[in-house]
């Protein structure tokens, strides 16, 4: 029987008051009847609009007639079929802003919850499921990814569907990319991306770490090698700061680097080779996602005053409605309006508070947000030890530096032609962060699937060619 409710089923959750001092998941999952029932609000549309929200195009109602059915495992199989990572997608994807903001539901009420019945249905397989996916024949042709980040795991689940001997090359020690050294444990839990990895490993697909290519190997080297396709996913990890005074002090930090020693190195315990600094007050410069994050981390690190200092409002703000949420209520303190003019230091070099200026809004900028214009003789000093600076991200020069013919533009991006993710090489591919600059864990997903199935068409086409002639 349909459920008519306009409300989607509340997503469980551990209290404010006990997360705030752990990194344990914040959200904690449907349960088989929350799922059922949650289904149960989906109307089954002919045209099925929600499919044009997602970047994978994962057969959404199909997938959700199955939990309907209690098919668990069926909705699963119907979800790997667009997605190699389905438990990390149902965590970290704004379908506020995707699938959910297409759902026919959402005109007189909410939509139906599609990223929590994605999170439950992948839970649910990875609990009872004890067969790993079998390894598909192979075609013998060699592919190489560069990063082991989401767009370059997806593109190599979808080639090791269609038989090829993909290898991947991660520059760091561990796989996963911004999964692993960005996300939090409270957000994603490491063992969700580490058994999405291990399923693509059973498809066939070697991971290669500590493998900085472009320092190790070049590209024109994989060639050399016999890969035959090459498709770049390397994100894009260099930190961007504001370029006032005092950014070069002690314990000023990118967000990059903070949340990969938390995340990656564990520097919060005090047995680390790299530990962080404690704080008693923490500013985080910026209003994305991973301003939230880092703000969260500091908190949960042991921080008394945790600030999101943002130059808009709250309504601009980009990060998700849910993380923000989820941050009020572990008492981070949002500074809107406000943007820092200078970090102040002692006679050590070390943070001691940080002077901004409040801001108003103008008009809208090129980006359709209103401009934040600097409001005279407003100025403050906020008493701070640590500042984060979470502003944004551009890809890493190292890739374009070391490959003749890699064209790029202005912001250090590799240019590609159409979706299909060809860049000016010939049968060099590239998607995600390191095209787009920095955006989400799903559109980078999407490149990556796109890039995917042109290299499929590619080779296949260039070794037909051979066998003519």
């Not at 969700?192 to 059973?202: G, H, R, S």
Request: with cysteine; proline share 5%; net charge neutral.
């Amino acid at each position: 029987m349909a459920n008519m409710s306009l409300q989607k089923n509340p997503m469980p959750t551990q209290d404010p008051e006990v997360r705030r001092n752990n990194f344990d998941e914040v959200a904690l999952g449907y349960t088989e009847e929350q799922a059922v029932d949650e289904a149960g609000r989906c109307l089954n549309c002919k045209h099925k609009p929600c499919v044009s929200g997602c970047p994978v195009a994962i057969d959404i109602p199909a997938f959700i007639a199955k939990i309907r059915e209690r098919d668990f495992e069926g909705a699963y199989q119907v979800l790997h079929k667009s997605s190699s990572l389905p438990a990390v997608c149902g965590r970290v994807c704004p379908q506020e802003t995707q699938c959910e903001a297409k759902c026919v539901r959402g005109i007189k009420g909410e939509p139906v919850a599609i990223g929590r019945l994605e999170r439950f249905v992948a839970d649910w397989h990875n609990a009872h499921s004890a067969s790993a996916p079998e390894k598909p024949a192979s075609n013998g042709i060699k592919v190489a990814i560069i990063g082991a980040g989401p767009s370059g795991l997806t593109c190599a689940g979808d080639l090791a569907k269609a038989g090829y001997e993909v290898t991947v090359f991660e520059a760091l020690h561990t796989a996963g990319g911004v999964l692993v050294y960005g996300i939090p444990q409270f957000r994603l839990p490491k063992e969700i991306v580490q058994k999405e990895i291990d399923n693509l490993k059973a498809m066939g697909v070697t991971i290669s770490t500590n493998m900085v290519i472009g320092k190790v190997l070049s590209i024109d080297e994989l060639f050399e090698m016999g890969f035959e396709a090459v498709f770049i996913g390397t994100g894009a990890g260099l930190p961007r700061f504001m370029n006032i005074p005092g950014e070069n002090l002690k314990g000023v930090y990118s967000a990059n680097e903070f949340l990969t020693r938390v995340n990656l190195m564990k520097a919060y315990r005090e047995d680390s080779p790299t530990p962080i600094r404690h704080s008693r007050n923490v500013a985080v410069v910026g209003g994305g996602n991973v301003a939230m994050d880092a703000a969260r981390c500091a908190k949960r690190l042991g921080a008394e005053n945790v600030y999101i200092v943002y130059r808009r409002s709250l309504d601009e703000m980009p990060a998700r409605k849910e993380e923000v949420e989820h941050a009020m209520e572990e008492g981070i303190v949002f500074k809107v309006l406000n943007n820092p003019v200078e970090i102040l230091g002692d006679e050590h070099k070390t943070v001691q508070g940080m002077r901004c200026i409040e801001m108003e809004l103008g008009e809208p900028d090129a980006s359709g947000r209103r401009r934040p214009i600097e409001k005279p003789g407003s100025e403050f000093t906020l008493d701070v030890d640590t500042v984060i600076m979470a502003i944004g991200t551009s890809p890493n020069p190292l890739i374009r530096n070391t490959t003749k013919g890699l064209e790029t533009n202005r912001h250090g991006c590799i240019v590609t032609q159409g979706e299909n993710g060809l860049t000016s090489r010939d049968f060099v591919y590239a998607g995600g962060d390191a095209v787009t600059g920095a955006a989400t864990v799903i559109l980078a997903m999407g490149a990556g699937k796109a890039a995917a199935k042109a290299m499929d068409e590619a080779l296949k086409e260039k070794h037909a060619n051979q066998a003519r002639k």
